[in-house]
């Protein structure tokens, strides 16, 4: 086998491995709000279960994120009606390899109401 073949087939084979042994923690998202702009967004990081919500559009709306887990619970939100350019963290406790699912939203912080029209598409992601 000349060795360039040898060299494809030991990269695809640590390619191989190196996926298989990605594990759920491993993963990170982000979300943006159906606009063009991304006026709202949020960022799942795996390791210690850490969403960050932006609100990056001073048009008077709050970012939001509508978040369900395994056990059926939600949706659970997190609301930055801090203004913007700001970021509000919120960091959750979830059993190891499991999984969240989010999309995010603007919204009426005051009453606290989801403007459910400007909602991206959801992600499933994993703790």
Request: glycine share 12%; net charge negative; hydrophobic share 40%.
């Amino acid at each position: 086998m000349p060795n360039s073949h040898k060299i494809l087939l030991v990269g695809a084979a640590i390619a191989t491995l190196t996926l298989a042994g990605a594990s759920a923690a491993d993963a990170d998202s982000s979300r943006c709000t159906v606009d063009s702009g991304c006026a709202g967004r949020a960022t799942f990081t795996s390791l210690g279960e850490i969403f960050h919500v932006f609100d990056q559009s001073a048009d008077g709306h709050s970012a939001v994120v509508l978040y369900w887990l395994p056990d059926g619970s939600g949706p659970t939100l997190i609301w930055n009606s801090t203004g913007n350019g700001t970021d509000v963290t919120a960091n959750l406790e979830l059993p190891e390899g499991s999984w969240i699912t989010y999309r995010v939203c603007l919204g009426e912080g005051g009453p606290k109401q989801v403007m459910t029209e400007t909602c991206g598409a959801p992600i499933t992601d994993y703790a």
